[in-house]
């Protein structure tokens, strides 16, 4: 079974930092492009981030300059760091990534989500 476990959720004051982490585990061939992805009360789920697995990189605007998405293809692990976090920037943010687990079949997962809370 492939799983994606997300940490590094939590509270902050605006204008801090937190960094999140998605690992990917189980039998897996290969991992193509993984994202962040963040969903707020009220508002469609939103692309934040994404980032292939040969390091192309593509930002939500409002993102851009302030986080920075990252990977480490051996531990099948992205990373979004963020920084000079908004209270815009409160939500559930899961990590996806579309896995591959053999030569013939593969579809996106998703992670459990992880709250980000910018308190004013």
């Known amino acids: 079974q492939v799983q994606l476990v997300e940490s590094g959720g939590g509270l902050v004051q605006a204008g801090g930092s937190l960094r999140l982490s998605c690992a990917a585990s189980g039998s897996i061939r290969s991992v193509n492009v993984m994202g962040w992805y963040r969903q707020a009360p009220g508002k469609q789920r939103e692309l934040v981030a994404r980032i292939t697995s040969g390091g192309t990189i593509d930002y939500e605007d409002s993102v851009k300059g302030r986080f920075a998405i990252s990977r480490d293809n051996a531990k099948n692990t992205v990373y979004l760091e963020m920084n000079s976090l908004k209270p815009e920037d409160t939500a559930v943010y899961y990590c996806?990534?579309?896995?591959?687990?053999?030569?013939?079949?593969?579809?996106?997962?998703w992670g459990q989500g992880t709250q980000v809370t910018v308190s004013l």
């Open positions: 996806s990534a579309h896995i591959n687990i053999s030569a013939w079949w593969g579809r996106d997962y």
